[in-house]
């Protein structure tokens, strides 16, 4: 069974997104954070990949569609 996917209060998997790079397609090698709206409203019709990137995908999916990715920026700075 998957683990719950992380709150916006998780602060660890918010500092992932700025530094996990999505590993695989159109945008390999960008960070999460980084990923275009209309890609990750992609993957929430057709299914988040299993694991800890689906989680984050999901998590940043959410991010971005409530228009608080500017929330990241201070993580961004370290």
Do not use: C
Request: proline residues 13%; without cysteine.
């Amino acid at each position: 069974m998957e683990p719950p996917l992380p709150t916006p209060l998780d602060a660890e998997a918010l500092q992932r997104l700025v530094t996990v790079e999505m590993p695989y397609g159109k945008y390999k090698g960008r960070k999460i954070a980084d990923l275009p709206g209309p890609y990750l409203a992609w993957f929430a019709r057709e299914g988040f990949p299993p694991g800890e990137l689906g989680r984050l995908l999901a998590l940043m999916h959410e991010i971005d569609h409530n228009g608080l990715a500017s929330l990241l920026a201070p993580l961004r700075r370290g």
